[in-house]
């Protein structure tokens, strides 16, 4: 099984925390996920194709964002909860203006 490394939130700015948040496609998908579930990319109503989906997972990720888990061909996605703890309350602001 393949594993995706996560960046240590130590070395993630708030520069690259906010790039990240900062596209609508983005956006849609951190909402998707702030209900605390894991969710599989499918489930994420844009209109993106698979591979620009794709795309927007990875920039999530590597602005710790997100938590991708593997399993078999499928991939599970949700907010990675120390996210909170290195910007508290930045995901909550930001998702209440948009």
């Known amino acids: ?21 900062g596209d609508p496609v983005r956006l849609a998908i951190v909402r998707m996920l702030s209900d605390g579930q894991e969710h599989q990319g499918s489930e ?3 209109k993106v194709s698979q591979s620009t989906l794709s795309h927007h997972f990875t920039t999530l990720r590597n602005a710790g964002v997100v938590f991708i888990r593997p399993e078999g061909t499928r ?5 990675r909860p120390e996210f909170e703890q290195r910007f508290p309350g930045l995901l909550a602001a930001v998702l209440d203006l948009v």
């Open 75 to 79: 991939c599970w996605h949700s907010l």
């Open 44 to 46: 994420v109503d844009v």
């Open 1 to 21: 099984m393949r594993r995706l490394s996560h960046p240590n939130l130590d070395e993630v700015t708030l520069v690259k925390a906010l790039s990240a948040l």
